[in-house]
DNA sequence: TAAATTTGTTATGCAAGGCTAACATTTCGG
DNA sequence: CCGAAATGTTAGCCTTGCATAACAAATTTA
């Protein structure tokens, strides 16, 4: 069995496939290749690695599904993405596509602790709206 | 003239040598070595392009010394890493090597844009003491 | 100051992640 | 159902960043 570790790009490809799969039921490789910009090549070469840790079900020119691993995988990061989204837009009033682009690249960076504190602290900021709303307002 | 743009790595290394001249008046590319955990050979290899990239100026068996573009470079991105830091620490209360050791990855990846507005918001939240003492007690 | 140690360089190789071009397979439109 | 178009795969190559090993230079020390 193969180490079971993700480096960021493989988790980019991971993370297009669970919310392809998600969003329409399933994924091809030419969708993964416009959304994340690289050739189609590449797609397979990425689709097989994450066969082969067993993050996806997946051989020559079959279907791509999604394990149960891949799965729980795939929401860990697009949790992350989302916490740090979210602050970057509702707290620091981040542009959403500066704030999603960030997003993307923290996401695989952040250790689980941080993303945790972060998410209390966005529902903390939430909650206390006007302490938000004054620093919005620069004051 | 080659290109400009500083990979992960390479503002790594910049930073490392900005610091040590700074504190010491100069580094010897085995301190680099221990402070990144990387070989000897990395080393030299580093130093060469952020020599041909005028960042320092360096040759075989030379003195490294730092440019001022190399400078303001460095300056640059202590900037993201201690704005970073201060969040993680101060505002998040995270451990102190925890924080710096994610600040150091993210200080790559985070726009101007995001720093100044964090950076903003660090100083908001320094001014309402109450809020962040109440959001670490957990209330 | 000469030998030993430390430090720096070079040569070479490896892995990851990307590319293009050519080929294979599948899908779609007549 | 067949040919064209779209999609997927393979082969070969490139770049970055790292390593080790052997060699070169500098520094230390006996």
């Not at 994924?27 to 959304?35: D, G």
């Not at 990425?46 to 394990?67: C, H, V």
């Not at 992350?80 to 960030?102: D, M, P, R, S, Y």
Request: charged share 25%.
């Amino acid at each position: 069995m193969s180490d079971k570790v993700l480096s960021s790009s493989l988790e980019d490809y991971l993370e297009c496939v669970y919310n392809r799969i998600n969003q329409n039921g399933a994924v091809k490789a030419i969708e993964i290749s416009k959304e994340l910009n690289v050739s189609r090549a590449s797609v397979t070469e990425a689709l097989n690695k994450l066969a082969q840790k067993n993050y996806i079900n997946y051989g020559r020119y079959e279907m791509i599904s999604i394990t149960d691993l891949g799965i729980e995988k795939a929401k860990e990061i697009i949790n992350k993405h989302n916490v740090l989204q979210f602050f970057f837009e509702n707290i620091l009033g981040i542009e959403k596509n500066e704030a999603a682009k960030t997003a993307c690249g923290i996401e695989h960076i952040i250790t689980e602790n941080i993303l945790n504190k972060l998410s209390e602290f966005n529902d903390y900021c939430v909650k206390k709206t006007d302490f938000i709303n004054l620093f919005k307002q620069g004051k």
